[in-house]
């Protein structure tokens, strides 16, 4: 198949999409720390007439055209990414389901890319900030399983901090995060991180909540858990969106046995 051709610029696009899934146009013009956003949107439009991205229609966006565009791959984009051996061929397989995916996933998806650009905002000057999501994991088999959001590290001169980042939209269950916190106790009482990364500490565990009150309910079930299990190896900390937003300088509250 003879592709269009494409820039530069424009493959980074398609890099963004790969480990995001969904982008808006604000995130790529973040992301490429463009101060023309006129630019930003010509490459989209660009790629749009080429086939290669696909512009997400949603009833938030129906009902208010002000909202910015959201974007994902097409499978046209697909055929031009398994040439590249930095993308595994399981995650380009969800690109033929991206058109169909709930406005819940897209809306996760938008809120992992914002918080890379938080933090990415709020580290020194000295540190370097890794932020590898969920479909950049796939081929990494002592991760957690489900995979986490994301997984950060955040390096300075003399230390490296290590976290597993977990995301909760509006309306999750409690369930369903109560059932994650039991998994990785599970999974640090097997010692699968320590045994195939030289026994590095396990990596703290971020959840973010979709409100006060889920935060409140899942640091007391997840302390108590905690006290009944081989816990000592885990640091979870705790915020909800609303906290972020406020523009607090600590967010995060640790579950302390």
């Known amino acids: ?24 146009t604000n995130h790529f013009q973040k992301l490429f720390n463009h101060k023309d956003k006129k630019r930003v949107k010509e490459w989209l439009k660009d790629l749009k007439e080429k086939g290669y991205i696909h512009k997400k229609e949603t009833e938030q966006s129906y009902i208010d055209r002000s909202k910015p565009a959201i974007y994902c791959l097409t499978p046209k984009a697909r055929h031009l990414l398994k040439k590249d051996e930095n993308c595994d061929v ?5 690109i033929y389901s991206e058109k169909r995916r709930t406005l819940k996933f897209i809306n996760k998806c ?93 990596p703290s565990i971020l959840f973010i909540c979709p409100s006060k009150k889920l935060k409140k309910h899942i640091y007391y079930y997840a302390l108590a858990k905690f006290k009944k299990a081989y816990a000592e190896t885990i640091d979870l900390y705790l915020t909800t969106w609303e906290i972020i937003k406020s523009g607090e300088k600590n967010i995060w509250e640790k579950v302390e046995l």
């Open 1 to 24: 198949m003879l592709l269009p051709k494409t820039t530069e610029k424009q493959k980074e696009i398609f890099m963004y999409l790969y480990a995001y899934r969904f982008l808006t």
């Open 90 to 94: 399981l995650v380009l397989d969800r």
């Open 110 to 202: 938008l809120s992992i890319a914002d918080m890379y650009l938080y933090l990415l905002s709020r580290k020194e000057p000295d540190q370097e900030l890794d932020f590898f999501t969920e479909s950049e994991l796939v081929s990494y088999s002592y991760f957690p399983q489900e995979l986490p959001s994301a997984y950060i590290t955040i390096t300075s001169k003399n230390d490296v901090e290590r976290y597993f980042l977990e995301m909760y939209e509006e309306y999750t269950p409690a369930f369903e995060m109560r059932n994650r916190v039991k998994k990785y106790i599970n999974y640090a009482e097997r010692g699968i991180w320590e045994a195939n990364t030289n026994d590095e500490p396990l």
